[in-house]
C-alpha cells in the first residue's frame, strides 16, 4: 500500500484498465451466463441502499420491510401468500439454507447417524458444497430420456437416512423443469422435505405460464414443496449479487437459527452475518417498476430469440440435445467435439460453455442476447463447421 493515497481521477484510471479486460453482457458475445445486464431502475435503488445491513435489522427497518415485502411479492408469484425468507446472495447460499432447514428439521423428527440428500445428477454444483459443509452423503438420481430426474431412481435412492430431496425447475445445463408434481407426492408420502432450486426458472416459468406455455407446476401449490430458490440477479434484472431463499413456514427458518444477542434481532437464520439491504431494495424497486406486464415481455422475448436459434442451428446441420424448454439451448456439431468447438468460438470472440450431462455447447440466451447477435454467431459457427469438412 502506498504511503500516500492517490487522487480520485488516477485511481479510476487505475480502475479502468482493469475493467478493460472484462467481458461486457451488452457485447452480445457473453454466450454462456445466466446473468445479465441489471436494469437501470435496479442499479440506483442497490447504490441508494450501499449502507444498509440487514445483519442488524433494527438499524434499519425500512430496509428490513423491503426485504419482507420482497419475500411477500416474491411468496404471492411463486404459490405461496404467506412465505417467509430472506434476500441473500444468490442460488448456492439458498440451496445450502435449504439443506441446512431440512437437516436441521430431520435431527427432531427423525436424527440418524449419516443423513443423505437425493439430488438429479443435473444439480447445480452448490449441493455438492451444502453436502461437505453440512456433513451430508449426496445421493445422485439418474435423469430419464428427456434429461430429468428420474421418479424410479428417486424412490430406490429414499431410505430411513433420507432428509431432503431436490428438484430443479430450470436446470443448469439444459433448462430442463423437473416432475416436481410427482417429487411433491413422493414427499408428501414419506414425510420428507422437498426443495426446489429454482434460481434459473423462478423468475420465466410463472409468465411464460401466464402466456400459456405448457410447463409443469414447480412452486408452492403443490403441498410437497417446502422451500424455492430464485434468483432475481438472472432474470429477475437485478444486480449481482441477489438470490432468495423461500420457505413455506416460520419453523424451517426457526430450526437454524442462532442467537446473536449483541445485535438489535436477537435470532438470525442467515448464513452469513453481515449481509447488504442494497439487494432487497433493488429487487423491490425492480418488482414494482417491471409489474407481471413487464416480465411477461422480457420472458415473451427471450424465448423468441431461443427458438430463433434453435431453428437457426436445425437448418444448419447441427444436432439439438432437445428442444428448448426454457431460455436454454444445447447443440453438437457432429463433425467437431464441443470441447474444441467451444475453443473455436472463444477465438473469434464468442464465450460459451460446454455442458457435461450430455456433452454439448450450451447457449443461455439472456435478455442481452439480440437477434443481430444470433445472426453473427451463426455466421463464425458455420464457418468454423465448413473448416472441419
Not at 405460464?209 to 437485478?238: A, R, W, Y
Not at 467435439?337 to 460459451?352: I, N, R, Y
Request: glycine share 8%; with cysteine; hydrophobic share 40%.
Amino acid at each position: 500500500m502506498d504511503r500516500k493515497g492517490l487522487s480520485p481521477g488516477l485511481v479510476f484510471d487505475k480502475l479502468k484498465k482493469f475493467q478493460e479486460n472484462d467481458m461486457d453482457y451488452k457485447s452480445g458475445r457473453i454466450l454462456g451466463s445466466m446473468c445479465t445486464c441489471a436494469h437501470p431502475v435496479a442499479k440506483r435503488a442497490y447504490c441508494d441502499f450501499l449502507e444498509s445491513n440487514l445483519g442488524d435489522p433494527g438499524l434499519f427497518k425500512g430496509t428490513k420491510a423491503l426485504e419482507d415485502e420482497v419475500i411477500s411479492l416474491l411468496g404471492s408469484f411463486l404459490g405461496c401468500n404467506s412465505a417467509y425468507g430472506h434476500v441473500i446472495t444468490g442460488g448456492t447460499e439458498g440451496n445450502l439454507m435449504a439443506i441446512r432447514a431440512a437437516r436441521n428439521m430431520a435431527r427432531i423428527n427423525s436424527p440418524t447417524s449419516s443423513p443423505e440428500i437425493i439430488v438429479p445428477k443435473s444439480a447445480h454444483f452448490s449441493f455438492k458444497k451444502a453436502a461437505d459443509i453440512l456433513g451430508l452423503k449426496l445421493m445422485e438420481a439418474e435423469l430419464d430420456e428427456n434429461y430429468k430426474i428420474d421418479l424410479d431412481s428417486v424412490q430406490e435412492l429414499i431410505s430411513s437416512r433420507t432428509v431432503a430431496v431436490v428438484g430443479v425447475a430450470g436446470t443448469t445445463e439444459l433448462g430442463k423443469v423437473d416432475p416436481i408434481g410427482e417429487l411433491s407426492r413422493i414427499c408428501n408420502e414419506k414425510n420428507i422435505y422437498l426443495h426446489v432450486d429454482a434460481a434459473f426458472g423462478g423468475f420465466i416459468i410463472p409468465f411464460l405460464k401466464e402466456m400459456g406455455f405448457k410447463i409443469p407446476e414447480f412452486n408452492f401449490k403443490l403441498s410437497g414443496v417446502s422451500s424455492i430458490t430464485v434468483d432475481p440477479h438472472k432474470l429477475g434484472l437485478t444486480p449481482i449479487p441477489t438470490g432468495c431463499i423461500l420457505f413455506r413456514e416460520k419453523k424451517f427458518l426457526d430450526v437454524m437459527s442462532i442467537e446473536t444477542p449483541y445485535l438489535t434481532e436477537k435470532q438470525q437464520s442467515t448464513i452469513v452475518g453481515t449481509r447488504t439491504g442494497a439487494s432487497a431494495a433493488a429487487t423491490w424497486a425492480i418488482l414494482k417498476y417491471m409489474g407481471k406486464e413487464g416480465y411477461m415481455k422480457i420472458a415473451s422475448s427471450t424465448m423468441e430469440v431461443t427458438n430463433f436459434l434453435a431453428r437457426e442451428l436445425t437448418s444448419s446441420g447441427f444436432e439439438l440435445v432437445s428442444e428448448p424448454e426454457l431460455n436454454i439451448v444445447a447443440f453438437n456439431s457432429g463433425k467437431i467435439p464441443a470441447k474444441e468447438l467451444s475453443t473455436k468460438l472463444k477465438q473469434k470472440g464468442w464465450v460459451v460453455s460446454v455442458s457435461a450431462c450430455p456433452p454439448a455447447i450450451r447457449i443461455v440466451l439472456m435478455p442481452h442476447i439480440r437477434k443481430e447477435h444470433i445472426v453473427e454467431f451463426m455466421d463464425d459457427l458455420k464457418s468454423i463447421q465448413k473448416s472441419a469438412l
